[in-house]
């Protein structure tokens, strides 16, 4: 890959974030991901010192769904993942790839100068944004 294809991590995130807050129940979590059709949510910070979280269902399914727990009685914030990474909306993709398989999330919190969040980007967005697409004439 050239200098000359950089691509910002913002060129290729999801804008569109779904929040959930630290203390609501695993049971509304999964609410939300079927309505929203999504399989992760940023957990809001306490406060500007904070980090973000991220729950997933890999999170629910290991730490609620297999070890049998109601998931009306585990609240959000037990079973996040905290904290995650985030990476700059300005960032080069093949950095912030590099950065997701060295530490093994397949998501980051995109953000922005302010470190609020701004987006979410996964490996399979700067997979298929990296990789050429086919001439659709040949």
Not at 47 to 76: C, L, S, W, Y
Request: aromatic fraction near 4%.
């Amino acid at each position: 890959m050239s200098d000359s294809t950089y691509v910002k991590v913002s060129d290729v995130m999801t804008s569109s974030m779904h929040v959930i807050s630290r203390t609501a129940t695993v049971a509304e979590a999964i609410q939300n991901m079927r309505r929203l059709g999504v399989s992760s949510l940023i957990v809001e910070r306490r406060d500007d010192a904070d980090e973000f979280g991220v729950i997933t269902i890999n999170d629910i399914a290991r730490e609620v769904i297999a070890p049998d727990q109601a998931p009306d009685r585990v609240n959000v914030y037990e079973v996040m993942s905290k904290p995650v990474l985030t990476v700059p909306a300005d960032m080069n993709i093949k950095y912030a790839a590099r950065m997701l398989v060295e530490f093994g999330p397949s998501r980051a919190i995109v953000v922005g100068s302010d470190r609020s969040p701004v987006g979410i980007v996964t490996l399979r967005d700067m997979v298929l944004r990296q990789t050429p697409e086919e001439d659709e004439t040949a």
